[in-house]
């Protein structure tokens, strides 16, 4: 009787341990045939959320595979219009801060070292403000949104052409405590 007791305890717990491992199985429709894992899922009813077992941070914001590790915008010459494919990656930032009350951003308006300091600092202002308005626009709240300018001051690439220009021509998004 203790033998069959045991058996049915070590079952139940085998069971148990072997749903909370269970992964779905998906089809990869790149390679005809393959399988791959998708992440597990945790909660009940319709809706489900994924763990953060596929992602390498837990934290979407770092994740290289979300859109929100995404967190520059380019601009053309002399020029502070967003253009239309960066609203896809404006959105989910908005969406983000949307839906995370907590999440505090500040847009930093950058431009290339053609200009005076004056007018640079000025357009790159503009350029944070356009990001911003766009976001806005798009759901996030204005409050929990600054902008600043550092005009040429904080070059991403140091060089003296149009490419290191066009790399320089940007607003970055940054989030508070990161």
């Known amino acids: 009787m203790k033998h069959i007791a045991l058996c049915t305890v070590l079952l139940l717990a ?13 089809e990869d429709h790149s390679t005809p045939g393959t ?20 992602n390498i941070t837990g934290n979407p914001l770092t994740d290289p595979s979300s859109p929100l590790s995404k967190r520059s915008v380019y601009f053309d010459f002399d020029s502070n219009e967003v253009k239309d494919e960066y609203r896809g990656l404006l959105q989910a930032h908005a969406r983000y801060i949307a839906d995370h009350r907590d999440a505090r951003v500040r847009i930093e308006g950058n431009t290339d070292e053609r200009g005076s300091r004056e007018y640079n600092l000025a357009l790159g202002q503009r350029r944070a403000e356009a990001v911003k308005r766009v976001m806005t626009v798009l759901g996030a709240d204005g409050n929990r949104i600054e902008t600043i300018s550092y005009g040429e001051e904080k070059p991403k690439s140091q060089g003296h052409d149009e490419a290191a220009w066009a790399e320089n021509r940007r607003a970055d998004i940054r989030y508070a405590g990161e």
């Open 35 to 54: 399988q791959q894992t998708a992440p597990r899922t945790e909660g009940t009813g319709s809706t489900t959320r994924p763990t953060n077992e596929g």
């Open 14 to 26: 085998l069971a148990g341990c072997a749903k909370d491992q269970k992964e779905a199985k998906v």
